[in-house]
């Protein structure tokens, strides 16, 4: 299993270096880097966002991805899959699906699991960088920013939230160049690698 490497700098850092839950945080990025399937359920768009949705969203591979939405309750059940180039909606109220144009892209917070995944499969391009922690709940949470070494590589930053006691990632953030968020998601719930087929990707998550 490939780990990315905890490149911390700045003040303070290096006590992080050596606490164990940074090692385990490191540990789950090897994981997410071998990525080939996920499941989650997320909250979309920054907190305390009046019109927050919650997604349900499967990754296989790194070009299919199927997004069924739980709330708002007027839109429960609508979903949209994208495969290999194509897409395609789903109205669960009228049960009819329509093929989407080339150019339909998936909602940004159901692919940051992807964008991390990536992130992690290249420790020579990225720098993992401790900078803060947050309380939540009254659980210590450790704020780790994705950072390219390059700016010949990719020039996409990402935050993400984990929970100090087991690594477990919580929230990811896309961000501008000026530290703008350009896409949010809390995690709910987080699987990385379940069991899912084509089948089941297909079909039986669309219950068409």
Request: with cysteine; glycine share 10%; net charge positive.
């Given at each position: 299993?490939?780990?990315?490497a905890?490149?911390?700098?700045?003040?303070?850092?290096?006590?992080?270096?050596a606490?164990?839950?940074?090692?385990?945080f490191s540990g789950?990025?090897?994981?997410?880097?071998?990525?080939?399937?996920?499941?989650?359920v997320?909250?979309?768009?920054?907190?305390g966002e009046?019109?927050r949705?919650?997604?349900?969203?499967?990754t296989?591979g790194?070009d299919q991805i199927l997004?069924?939405?739980?709330?708002?309750?007027?839109?429960?059940g609508?979903?949209l899959?994208?495969?290999?180039?194509?897409?395609?909606s789903?109205?669960h109220a009228?049960r009819?699906?329509?093929?989407?144009p080339?150019?339909?892209?998936?909602?940004?917070?159901?692919?940051?699991?992807?964008?991390v995944a990536?992130?992690?499969?290249a420790p020579?391009?990225?720098a993992a960088i401790a900078t803060?922690?947050?309380?939540?709940?009254g659980?210590?949470h450790?704020?780790?920013?994705?950072?390219?070494?390059?700016?010949?590589?990719?020039t996409?930053?990402?935050e993400v939230?984990?929970?100090?006691?087991?690594?477990?990632?919580?929230?990811a953030?896309?961000?501008?160049?000026?530290g703008?968020?350009?896409?949010?998601a809390?995690?709910?719930?987080?699987e990385?690698?379940?069991?899912?087929?084509?089948?089941q990707?297909?079909?039986?998550?669309?219950?068409?």
């Amino acid at each position: 299993m490939r780990v990315l490497a905890l490149v911390l700098v700045c003040g303070g850092l290096g006590a992080l270096a050596a606490d164990p839950p940074a090692r385990t945080f490191s540990g789950r990025l090897g994981e997410m880097g071998g990525l080939r399937s996920s499941h989650a359920v997320l909250a979309e768009g920054p907190p305390g966002e009046a019109r927050r949705s919650l997604l349900e969203v499967w990754t296989l591979g790194s070009d299919q991805i199927l997004v069924r939405t739980l709330s708002p309750p007027n839109q429960f059940g609508n979903a949209l899959l994208f495969a290999r180039g194509r897409a395609w909606s789903y109205n669960h109220a009228y049960r009819l699906t329509a093929r989407l144009p080339r150019t339909a892209t998936p909602p940004p917070a159901a692919t940051l699991i992807l964008q991390v995944a990536a992130a992690a499969a290249a420790p020579d391009r990225f720098a993992a960088i401790a900078t803060g922690a947050e309380d939540l709940g009254g659980a210590l949470h450790h704020r780790i920013e994705l950072r390219p070494l390059s700016s010949a590589g990719p020039t996409g930053r990402l935050e993400v939230l984990v929970r100090a006691s087991d690594g477990a990632l919580v929230r990811a953030r896309s961000l501008e160049p000026d530290g703008t968020v350009a896409a949010a998601a809390d995690y709910v719930q987080l699987e990385l690698n379940p069991p899912l087929d084509e089948h089941q990707f297909w079909l039986g998550r669309l219950r068409l």
